[in-house]
Nanobody, 126 residues
């Protein structure tokens, strides 16, 4: 059974930092693009960041560019999201996602991802 398990969420003050982790089990995703998405209350799920299978290419939503960094450790089958200079508008449930097809280009498109984690809550107070 394939599982993506996020961790690292919590409550932080504006300007603070958090590091999210997404550990995959049940299969390897070392040849698959992975991404982070988020969903705030009453809003649709939106793209945050994505990373190619090799880690050589990364993509970010304009709202987080320069503040968030996505990375991966293929040996550990884990992807990370380092979030700095957090703002109250970053408050959301953050989801990890994996593209089931190997060697595809990392994408911002939610529908391209086949596997999803259960999400981890990030709350930023002002």
């Amino acid at each position: 059974q394939v599982q993506l398990v996020e961790s690292g969420g919590g409550l932080v003050q504006a300007g603070g930092s958090l590091r999210l982790s997404c550990a995959a089990s049940g299969r390897t995703f070392s040849r698959n693009a992975m991404g982070w998405f988020r969903q705030a209350p009453g809003k649709e799920r939106e793209f945050v960041a994505a990373i190619s299978w090799s880690g050589g290419s990364t993509y970010y939503a304009d709202s987080v560019k320069g503040r968030f960094t996505i990375s991966r450790d293929n040996a550990e089958n884990t992807v990370y999201l380092q979030m700095n200079s957090l703002k109250p508008e970053d408050t959301a449930v953050y989801y990890c996602a994996a593209d089931g097809t190997p060697f595809t280009i990392a994408t911002r498109t939610l529908a391209e991802y086949d596997y999803w984690g259960q999400g981890t809550q990030v709350s930023v107070s002002s």
